[in-house]
């Protein structure tokens, strides 16, 4: 066994419920057996160091679960220090990529000034899908749900349709 994974497993306890990792074991002078494991990084994953290692904690207990290390571990409601086991699955590269959050508006969307309409764009399979030219930001985002659910299934990440 490598010495990270066994550090991980005389290290640290995994509370199913509320998806946060403890010290069983105190890996240096500065922490106490009890404290929560990790801080938030400026992208909002919970990561701690191990062995002069930063390791993201959702990665780490997916192996603690699961016994092997994911390519890519994503968090089904899209916050990211939501680390119990039901809000994560494993996925590709490209499954994690589809259901990203955007950060400002909707996901999809955007506005051009020049016709005064909002557009709505999907990327599938390498290539923008133009979904049609929309007088409100609403009808923009629901055709990009519409068509994230048809593309994406369970993958695609929804702009919220408080509207309907």
């Known amino acids: 066994m490598r010495a990270i994974e066994e550090r991980i497993k005389n290290y640290l306890l995994y509370n199913e419920i509320t998806g946060e990792l403890f010290w069983i074991k105190s890996p240096k002078y500065d922490i106490n057996v009890g404290d929560e494991a990790g801080s938030i990084t400026n992208h909002g994953y919970v990561k701690l160091t191990l062995l002069k290692k930063q ?57 051009h000034k020049r016709d005064k309409k909002f557009h709505s764009r999907i990327w599938s399979k390498g290539k923008n899908i133009h979904l049609g030219s929309y007088s409100s930001e609403i009808e923009a985002a629901s055709a990009y749900n519409s068509k994230a659910k048809e593309l994406f299934g369970e993958y695609a990440r929804l702009n919220l349709e408080s509207s309907q």
């Open 55 to 111: 390791l993201t904690a959702h990665r780490i207990i997916w192996f603690m679960v699961y016994g092997y290390w994911p390519n890519e571990v994503d968090h089904i409601n899209g916050i990211r220090t939501d680390n119990r086991l039901v809000n994560l699955r494993e996925v590709t590269r490209t499954q994690n990529m589809r259901n990203s959050c955007s950060n400002k508006g909707f996901k999809g969307v955007s506005y």
